[in-house]
């Protein structure tokens, strides 16, 4: 089965989580020992990237000792068009779409569109949100953020990357946030659209994962968290078990 009808069934069947993992944040090998540990814990689905500066080695390298490590899908996060590699099993197809700045609404994905066409790597199409406080990705990706108190802006774009034809809307508050993506917002998006809504950014205790599940998210993303933690397992798991109210 295709990842994208993987994820539609995991959200039929109850909340998903997500790993994401920064190839530029560890070594290849860290990158599978997390892993390892995440699929312990029960997360779903893998996604690797989130960095501008990497490069097709290492994060081919990456996706392969994630893949040693589990048998859960791993999603490529792309935060350039340089971000490919044909050992993944999908790639979110993505376009910040508050950007202020082309490149990261059109031009990598041009950029990237004849590469792509070349491999049988499933394009996942997403539309991404930067709401405040955006940290490196709002900045490096020249985002005018949404605001805290701005839910109908996020419910525009939203619905926006719906209309567009997009499979997924992604609403981020940025890695290594204070906070997570509002639950007004999460709430007001979530009732809008029809097509799965994922959070990220600022979720690092179970509290924070339920809050983000419980305003609307079908899928919610954890990062630095599993990246930092000396047992990632031991951190993990409640925030799993937060989302999926095990």
Not at 56 to 76: D, F, G, H, L, Q
Not at 124 to 150: F, H, S
Not at 177 to 187: A, E, L, R
Request: with cysteine.
């Amino acid at each position: 089965m295709r990842i994208y009808g993987q994820i539609q069934d995991r959200i039929a069947e109850g909340k998903v989580h997500m790993t994401l993992i920064d190839p530029a944040a560890q070594a290849p090998e860290k990158a599978g020992d997390i892993a390892s540990e995440a699929d312990r814990a029960g997360t779903d689905f893998f996604m690797v990237g989130g960095s501008t500066d990497i490069d097709r080695k290492r994060i081919t390298n990456c996706v392969a000792e994630i893949k040693k490590s589990s048998k859960r899908p791993v999603i490529i996060f792309p935060g350039s068009s340089s971000m490919i590699c044909s050992n993944a099993d999908a790639i979110y197809f993505m376009s910040l779409l508050n950007s202020r700045s082309t490149e990261f609404v059109i031009g990598h994905q041009v950029m990237a569109a004849i590469p792509l066409s070349k491999l049988k790597l499933e394009k996942i199409p997403m539309g991404y949100i930067v709401v405040e406080p955006g940290m490196t990705v709002g900045r490096v990706g020249m985002a005018d953020l949404v605001m805290k108190d701005q839910p109908e802006r996020a419910v525009s774009y939203a619905l926006a990357a719906e209309m567009f034809g997009m499979s997924l809307v992604y609403l981020e508050a940025g890695s290594g946030s204070p906070d997570h993506v509002p639950d007004q917002i999460i709430q007001e998006v979530k009732r809008n659209i029809s097509i799965p809504l994922i959070v990220g950014g600022g979720i690092r205790t179970p509290e924070a994962a339920r809050e983000v599940s419980s305003a609307g998210a079908d899928i919610v993303v954890t990062g630095t968290v599993a990246e930092k933690a000396r047992d990632v397992y031991t951190v993990l798991e409640p925030i799993i078990s937060a989302i999926k109210h095990r």
